[in-house]
T-cell receptor
Framework: EPEVTQTPSHQVTQMGQEVILRCVPI?????FYWYRQILGQKVEFLVS????????KSEIFDDQFSVERPDGSNFTLKIRSTKLEDSAMYFC???????????FGSGTRLTVV | RKEVEQDPGPFNVPEGATVAFNCTYS??????FFWYRQDCRKEPKLLMS???SGNEDGRFTAQLNRASQYISLLIRDSKLSDSATYLC??????????FGTGTQLKVEL
């Protein structure tokens, strides 16, 4: 079964450092997403991406965040200057069509110390 | 008011029991609905979409009542492997999914 791959599975970084979380969506999918889940809380939408541009973003997705599809396979989330409150599980997802359910990757656990 | 509201549980049920979860959503513009399953510290996995006519997938039945803005999930003959958190999810339009906080199910011997 096709899957969304995320790397690394766990990243520890110091406050103020930049991190890049990487995702390889399912190859024939056209819509890409980032969500996050702070421990014990609900899954929250960050951003959606289609046709090489952001189609929607949440209030969480401020100027510290950016996304990129640098080549035909990778989809990255960059946090420029991490804060303690950025510690969370970050899930990448993709879908073939915007009305279909998503397939989520297994997540990157980001710990900011 | 939360956009998608669920009873957090936990629901502790014996193996073989039937269990039902409910969910309400506040935004009447929500267009499509899903149930996802999430195991501890894992990613959400799509369990099923929810249609107004009701739909069934094996032991799982989902219902949507647009008038009451209410969604349900029924699990029959529950198995130990059904133990997880069940997430009610709404989509208004566009791509963004709005998740509830989830209902925890524990199936016991």
């Amino acid at each position: 079964e096709p899957e969304v791959t995320q790397t690394p599975s766990h990243q520890v970084t110091q406050m103020g450092q930049e991190v890049i979380l990487r995702c390889v969506p399912i190859s024939n999918h056209l819509y890409f997403y980032w969500y996050r889940q702070i421990l014990g809380q609900k899954v929250e939408f960050l951003v959606s991406f289609y046709n090489n541009e952001i189609s929607e973003k949440s209030e969480i997705f401020d100027d510290q965040f950016s996304v990129e599809r640098p080549d035909g396979s990778n989809f990255t989330l960059k946090i420029r200057s991490t804060k303690l409150e950025d510690s969370a599980m970050y899930f990448c997802a993709s879908s073939e069509h915007d009305s279909y359910g998503y397939t989520f990757g297994s997540g990157t656990r980001l710990t900011v110390v | 008011r939360k956009e998608v509201e669920q009873d957090p549980g936990p629901f502790n049920v014996p193996e073989g029991a039937t269990v039902a979860f409910n969910c309400t959503y506040s935004n009447s513009a929500s267009q499509s609905f899903f149930w996802y399953r999430q195991d501890c510290r894992k990613e959400p996995k799509l369990l099923m979409s929810v249609y107004s006519s009701g739909n069934e997938d094996g032991r799982f039945t989902a219902q949507l009542n647009r008038a009451s803005q209410y969604i349900s999930l029924l699990i029959r003959d529950s198995k130990l492997s059904d133990s997880a958190t069940y997430l009610c999810v709404a989509r208004k339009g566009g791509n963004k999914l709005t998740f509830g906080t989830g209902t925890q199910l524990k199936v016991e011997l």
